[in-house]
Nanobody
């Protein structure tokens, strides 16, 4: 069973930065595509950023220009670099990774942005 290991959440002031990390527990699991999602209290889970197997990226409009989703293939790790954070970015962030034999979710990491 592949486990998704997330890290990097925390409390930051508005305008600050955080970097989330996401890796597979098994080194034999190669991440092909992945996405970062977030869920705020009382709201549905939403896609924040995604990266395809060929490296194409997509972002929700509210984070464009502030967030990026770099990938380190050598470390088999995906990141979410979050800059110019706003209070409305406060949520639990989840990583989703796709590969063989399937799709897996992380446990979530809390990001809190204070005003």
């Amino acid at each position: 069973q592949v486990q998704v290991v997330e890290s990097g959440g925390g409390l930051v002031q508005a305008g600050g930065s955080l970097r989330l990390s996401c890796a597979a527990s098994k080194s034999t699991f190669r991440i092909n595509a992945s996405g970062w999602y977030r869920q705020a209290p009382g709201k549905e889970r939403e896609l924040v950023a995604g990266i395809s197997v060929i490296g194409a990226t997509n972002y929700r409009d509210s984070v464009k220009g502030r967030f990026t989703i770099p990938r380190d293939n050598a470390k088999n790790t995906v990141y979410l670099q979050m800059n110019s954070l706003k209070p409305e970015d406060t949520a639990v962030y989840y990583c989703n990774i796709k590969g063989e034999p399937g799709t897996y979710w992380g446990q979530g990491t809390q990001v809190t942005v204070s005003s």
